[in-house]
């Protein structure tokens, strides 16, 4: 892809971003009752917490509570539901690792209205901050590219992370943004209602009234 | 009419408005996975894991598109912990369709022995799990137990038992 050749080539050249601050800027670009699945620990806090606003919380938001690593499958199933909707997932580096196979289904398909936001600060964070692979030379945009996903791409700074955004909100994928970010703590903590959190999301999404 | 088990099952679905199918490959599985792709009615594709499908049909459901997983028995073993951390605590209706080794002439020690899992996780989960064996039962079956998942936002699995489908048999 020469036009995203304006991007990092590798992980090391991208900037350390801080987590909330990005996700504010991702959730503040959606204007088109967009979905955007949260994976587990920090991502998941950090998209509750940057979706609050005083017209109340966005709908459009699915909170998983565990099942590490599903984001972008369910992301997908949400994408194909709803050929015409935007969907995002929101996974950190430690998820995205051990369902690696998810992006290449993803690419096999091709599902143009679906976006990979990938929060990756090299660590187990809410565990302890134990290294992930992606510490230790693991690419994630490489990985994806080498899954069949071709616009994948680092985020160089903030400017090119919501540059980034609005070209998948514009033009077809599957996209990959990886971000890089530091160890800040989030902001907030995620509700867990199971029942609640899936009702919303179903309202969100006009399946139910 | 249908007359044999793939048939029922790919008629019941259609009934049901049942049109993702996810599955990882199974020998048994075969023929309703080529009668199902053979048809436009459906989504079909394989994924890489069970627990990959599983997350694409919790997602499809809350889109509002219903669907089924198709696995073997072995690949049932890996899902326990999203039935218990997405499909039970959300509500997610899953249906699961299993194909059973590991039974009735099993030649694969790997399999007998990962199939005594599947029923006490079913258990442990209360999820809602029919044995099929006779093929003049398998409609009431399936159309019973489908109109009681959607309705009571509850999982589901079919274990195809080789009764059934005459399983997979010992070949040198």
């Known amino acids: ?209 | 009419m249908a007359e044999t088990w793939y048939e029922i099952v790919v008629e019941v679905l259609k009934r049901h408005n049942v049109s993702l199918v996810t599955y990882v490959p199974d020998n048994v599985l075969r023929p309703l996975v080529a009668a199902i792709e053979a048809d436009p009615f459906f989504t079909a594709f394989a994924c890489t894991r069970e627990e990959e499908a599983l997350g694409i049909n919790a997602g499809a459901y809350m889109g509002g598109v219903r669907s089924i997983l198709l696995m073997q028995t072995s690949g049932f073993a890996t899902l326990p912990n999203v039935l218990a951390s997405l499909s039970v605590p959300f509500s997610i209706p899953t249906v699961m369709m299993v194909s059973e080794r590991g039974t009735l002439g099993e030649f694969n020690i790997g399999q007998s022995l990962v199939a005594r899992t599947m029923r006490p996780v079913l258990d442990a989960l209360s999820i809602e799990t029919h044995t099929m064996t006779r093929l003049d039962e398998a409609e009431f079956i399936l159309d019973r137990s489908l109109v009681q998942a959607f309705a009571t936002m509850a999982p589901v699995c079919f274990i195809l038992s080789p009764l059934l489908t005459g399983g997979k048999v010992f070949s040198k």
């Open chain 1, 1 to 209: 892809m020469a036009v995203l050749s304006n991007h990092p080539v590798n992980r090391d050249q991208a900037k350390v971003m801080n987590r909330y601050d990005i996700t504010k800027r991702l959730v503040g670009l959606l204007h088109a009752d967009e979905a955007v699945i949260g994976g587990i620990g920090y991502t998941n806090f950090d998209l509750w917490a940057a979706s609050e606003s005083a017209s109340g919380r966005r709908q459009q938001n699915f909170y998983m509570l565990g099942s590490m690593g599903l984001a972008v499958p369910i992301a997908m199933g949400v994408a194909i539901a709803q050929p015409r909707r935007k969907v995002f997932a929101l996974e950190g580096d430690g998820s995205v690792l051990m369902q690696l196979g998810s992006l290449s289904t993803v690419a096999a398909r091709k599902q143009t209205n679906l976006c990979v936001v990938i929060m990756d600060n090299g660590a187990y964070q809410i565990t302890g901050g134990q290294k992930t692979a992606t510490g230790e030379g693991a690419d994630i945009v490489g990985i994806a590219r080498a899954s069949g996903l071709e616009q994948s791409a680092w985020a160089a700074d903030e400017d090119a992370f919501v540059e980034l955004v609005a070209r998948s909100l514009k033009e077809d994928g599957p996209w990959l943004i990886g971000c890089r970010i530091d160890t800040a703590k989030p902001v907030d903590t995620t509700e867990r209602d199971p029942a609640r959190i899936r009702d919303n999301f179903m309202k969100g999404l006009g399946v139910r009234a």
